[in-house]
Structures are given as structure tokens and as C-alpha cells.
């Protein structure tokens, strides 16, 4: 997804994310160059040649890719259209690299080696939202701009944290900076020993407690300067039930004391916060709401080529729906990176544990498939997440994607209920016959009398042929095959099928017998 211009400058955007993040190396056009888009490159899309031309962003996040072919991915693009990424941001560039791209013209930006892409990329589009054609920050809507006014008013540095420590925010940073804040707003946890000490003294369940400002102690062997801290708590709609937990504003202090009101400061900070937050996860964002509707999950009566118009993609191109879920937190920004990578008009939006990548136009559905399984193998490798992934391509434009997205989530639900039965990394005509069982299979067993009583009375008197019954039906009634299966022999398996057929009193032979009770035991399977 690559978002319109937001009029913001080169130098206005590098200011916004602070030096802690990235560092200039070289601008050859000036830093007053407009960017509002941002897309990543990675090796595989070089070596795989997916990677999106350079005209498509201005930003470009070089990520794993070697000098070498960085280097020669921009001069590819300067000669197949004499354009080039107004900069490229890239960990520990060489001087080689940066005179080169310098000759065509490109700004070079230092990422700090420990830096986490999605953190970079989240802050990006952050800045492109909120700080476009504006001389100034609103602390009463931004969080940003929350975190610098505080900073100005109390002289001191601040980052503002979910409730899983993750920086949603933060001011400027000077050299007085600990390793504890850099390394936070970079997007990695802190210093083991450091999170130990703030572990055992309690501080996290003093935050959690109460809007009481938490004092923090300096520990000059730790390299870790004083701070405060105050609990950002968000009030319940249930007057029964208390504020919930949110996140923490923490302000350290530098060489110079903090103001002799700080502490009131921060209280009333954690205070707008509190608005802010609350206000931002009821309302996405215009864009969010457009996505969500072109997929059926908002609004009722959808103008679908006005949303496209919006969104400058394409009404009735060979699209693709693709689907992903995952366990644990979902981190959306590095899919939607990701995304606009592989297509620049990718449009990523989350619901939940899932997150649904709408690309406009593709070529061969092949080409989708191989870049999905790029996501999920990155997932896994770089963040030990386990991805599970559903295709839907091609559609015949936006028009079949509310559609298509329904289906994706019967996927999805269908592998909740049986892991195994789903692979991984499928496609809606790959899971289409088990997706289908699945559900008839499901509508059975919510309806006892829909499941014949022998094979009830079967499962509790005598299992083990119940499961020789299961083997021979799914095993089409080849007993040899049924007998390896059960590790029997073939007579075992002829035995006890003429066995079955006397206590049911019924023939193996009809063919609505077998259907019905091949329903009957997998519902009422465990």
C-alpha cells in the first residue's frame, strides 16, 4: 500500500523520527524533497524480480539486500525509467553504495542496525499522517505531539508505551539518552538487567494500580538515568468495573533537573493520553473504513468505483484477497509493508487476529501464492511467529472481494476447529471440499438427532470397531488397505465389518448407509 502525499519534506520527516532511528548519510536533491509513501525491498524480491518499481513510493526500506544488488536494483530503475526513490533507508550502507546512489540522485538514510523494520515503517506512516502541511503537533489528537509538549514542559525526554511496552510514541532525543530509551524506541526490549530491576521493585504493578506517578531511581551501573513514570488507564463504559490498564508515559531526566511540577505534568499527560487512545482504537482511520467496506466489513449500502476513486486503485482489474492469522499479536505494519512491496497499490487493513491484503491488480495468481509464502517464511524466521495464510485469486475486480473475503474466513474458521485438516498456505479451491465437510460435519453434530444412534451405541460398547468402521468407509472398502491402515489382517478387517453389519443390521453395501454413518462418526468423533 503506498499512501498519497502527505507534503511532507525529506527533513521534515527525519526530524520526525529522530536520530535515535536513523541518521542523514547524503541528500543530493536537498532535504525539501516531498515524500508521503513508503514500500520495502527485500532480498528475495530482487533475486525473485517482484520487487515494485521505484516511481511507485518515495521511500524505499532496503531490507537484507547486499550493496551489491541494492546498487544495481537502482540503477535498473533509473534506466528502465529515468526515475529513482527519493531515498533509500538501509542498516550500515558502505561508502560505495552511498557515492552511487548519490550519482543517480537518491538520498541515503542510516537505519540504526538494531532497529525493528515494522517499528520504522509504523512511525513512517505515522509521520505521513499526522504531520503533513502542519507547522506544528496538536497534543490533544497526536500522541507525538502529546509526548513533545510534555517533553518541552517538563525538560525532559519522553516515550509513551503500550500496555505491552511497545513505543507508540516519543519526543525528540539528546545525547542524555540511556541505552534503555534508545533502545526502546527502537523497537527492542531493554537490557535484560534493566527489566530485571524494574521487575523485582514492582514498578509495572505500581503503573498498573492506580494513576499514582512511579519514581525511578538512577543506577549509574546500570547506565540508567532517573525517571518517572505515570500509568496511562482508560475508563470503563461498566461503572462496576475499574479503569483498564493501557500503557505508561515515562519522562527521563538529563544532566539538568526536571521541573519542580513535572510529576502534576505527567499526570495530566497520562490524562490525554488515556483520550487519545481510547479515541484511536474506536476510530480507525478514513482509509481503514474504505478498506473494511470494499471487504464487507463495514457499511451497508457500498459505492465501490467512489471508494476506488479514493483510493486510486483499480475498479475491475484481476484482483487477489489474501488472508492471514496468527495466534499471537499480529504485527499488521510489517504485512502491509510487505504488501506494498509486492504491489504498490496493496491495500492492508486488520480485524481482530486477522489481517486481509487486497491487491487490486496481479498477474498469475502464482505470483501471489509465492509472495504469501515469502510472508510467512520472513514471519517465522524473523519474528517466530507462525502465519496461517488463505488465497483467493483471481477475482474479477473489487466487486467479488466482500465475497471472497467471506470465504477466506470460512477457511480460517474451519482450520480453528481442525488445525490439520487445513494446510498452512492454501488457496480457496484447495480447502474448498474440506472447508465444505467441515461444516456439514458441524451441523451435524449441533443436531444429535441428525447423527444416527448405532453409531453412538457403537463408539461407547465397542471402539475398536468403530474405528475399524471409520477405516473402512474412508478406505472405500479395500481391505487390504484397511488392513495395513489398522495394522491387522485382511481377515481381521473382513471379520469384524460382518460383525458391524449384525449389531447395526444394516449393509456396508448401500451406499446412503455409508453416508450417513461416515457423518455420524466424524461428528461424533473427539
Known amino acids: 500500500m503506498v499512501a498519497p502525499s502527505s507534503g511532507l519534506g525529506l527533513g521534515q520527516l527525519l526530524l520526525a523520527l529522530d536520530r535515535t532511528m ?13 515524500v508521503g509513501s513508503v514500500a520495502l525491498v527485500d532480498a528475495d524480491d530482487v533475486r525473485l524480480g517482484l520487487s515494485v518499481g521505484a516511481g511507485s513510493a518515495d521511500l524505499f526500506f532496503l ?101 505491552q511496552s511497545h513505543v507508540l510514541a516519543y519526543s525528540a532525543s539528546s545525547d542524555e539518552a540511556d541505552e534503555l530509551r534508545r533502545l526502546t524506541i527502537l523497537g527492542r526490549a531493554g537490557p535484560p538487567e534493566h527489566l530485571e530491576w524494574i521487575g523485582q521493585w514492582g514498578i509495572f504493578d505500581a503503573l498498573r494500580a492506580g494513576g499514582d506517578v512511579v519514581r525511578v531511581a538512577e543506577r549509574p551501573e546500570l547506565g540508567l538515568r532517573p525517571r518517572l513514570a505515570a500509568g496511562v488507564h482508560l475508563p470503563s463504559t461498566d461503572a462496576r468495573r475499574a479503569p483498564a490498564f493501557a500503557g505508561t508515559i515515562w519522562l527521563q531526566q538529563g544532566s539538568a533537573p526536571l521541573a519542580d511540577d513535572a510529576e502534576d505534568i505527567l499526570r495530566g499527560g497520562a490524562v490525554l493520553a488515556a483520550r ?77 487476529e486477522r489481517v486481509y491484503v487486497l491487491l487490486p491488480k496481479i498477474g498469475a495468481p502464482s505470483s501471489v501464492m509465492s509472495w504469501v509464502r515469502g510472508v510467512v517464511t520472513a514471519m517465522h524466521r524473523e519474528l517466530g511467529l507462525t502465519l496461517r495464510a488463505v488465497v483467493a485469486a483471481p477475482l474479477t475486480g473489487l466487486a467479488g472481494a466482500a465475497a471472497a473475503r467471506s470465504e477466506v474466513d470460512r477457511v480460517f474458521d474451519s482450520a480453528d476447529r481442525h488445525p490439520g485438516a487445513i494446510g498452512q498456505i492454501t488457496s480457496l479451491d484447495e480447502a474448498h471440499t474440506t472447508v465444505l465437510l467441515d461444516e456439514i460435519v458441524s451441523q451435524v453434530a449441533a443436531r444429535p438427532r441428525l447423527v444416527d444412534p448405532r453409531v453412538r451405541l457403537l463408539r461407547d460398547e465397542d471402539p475398536m470397531l468403530a474405528e475399524t468402521l471409520q477405516a473402512y468407509l474412508d478406505g472405500f472398502g479395500d481391505v487390504a488397505a484397511v488392513a495395513k491402515h ?31 454413518l461416515a457423518l455420524g462418526l466424524r461428528a461424533t468423533a473427539c
Open 63 to 163: 531490507l537484507g539486500v547486499a550493496d551489491a544488488e541494492a546498487v544495481r536494483w537502482l540503477e535498473q530503475q533509473f534506466a528502465g525509467s529515468g526515475r529513482v526513490p527519493t531515498a533509500i533507508f538501509v542498516k550500515e550502507p558502505t561508502d560505495a553504495a552511498v557515492a552511487r546512489a548519490v550519482a543517480l540522485g537518491t538520498a541515503v538514510v542510516a537505519v540504526d542496525p538494531r532497529a525493528r523494520w515494522e517499528s520504522l515503517y509504523r512511525l513512517v506512516n505515522h509521520a505521513f499522517e499526522h504531520h503533513g502541511d502542519r507547522g506544528d503537533r496538536d497534543s490533544d489528537t497526536d500522541l507525538f505531539g502529546l509526548a513533545q509538549s510534555i517533553a518541552d514542559r517538563t525538560r525532559g525526554m519522553v516515550s509513551i508505551e503500550d500496555e
Open 486 to 516: 489398522l495394522h491387522v489382517h485382511p481377515n481381521t478387517v473382513r471379520y469384524r465389518v460382518r460383525r458391524i453389519e449384525k449389531l447395526m443390521s444394516t449393509s456396508l453395501n448401500d451406499p446412503d448407509v455409508r453416508l450417513v
Open 22 to 34: 536513523v541518521t542523514l548519510v547524503q541528500a543530493p536533491r536537498g532535504l525539501d524533497m516531498p
Open 276 to 352: 487519545i487512545m481510547a479515541r484511536l482504537a474506536s476510530t480507525p482511520s478514513a482509509h481503514a473504513v474504505q478498506v473494511q467496506e470494499l471487504l464487507g466489513l463495514a457499511g451497508d449500502d457500498v459505492d465501490i468505483a467512489a471508494i476506488a476513486r479514493e483510493l486510486r486503485i483499480t475498479v475491475d482489474g484481476r484482483a487477489a484477497l489474501v488472508g492471514f492469522q496468527c495466534s499471537a499479536s499480529l504485527p499488521t505494519g510489517v504485512i502491509a509493508l510487505s504488501a506494498s512491496a509486492f504491489r504498490a497499490d496493496a491495500q492492508t487493513v486488520s480485524l481482530g
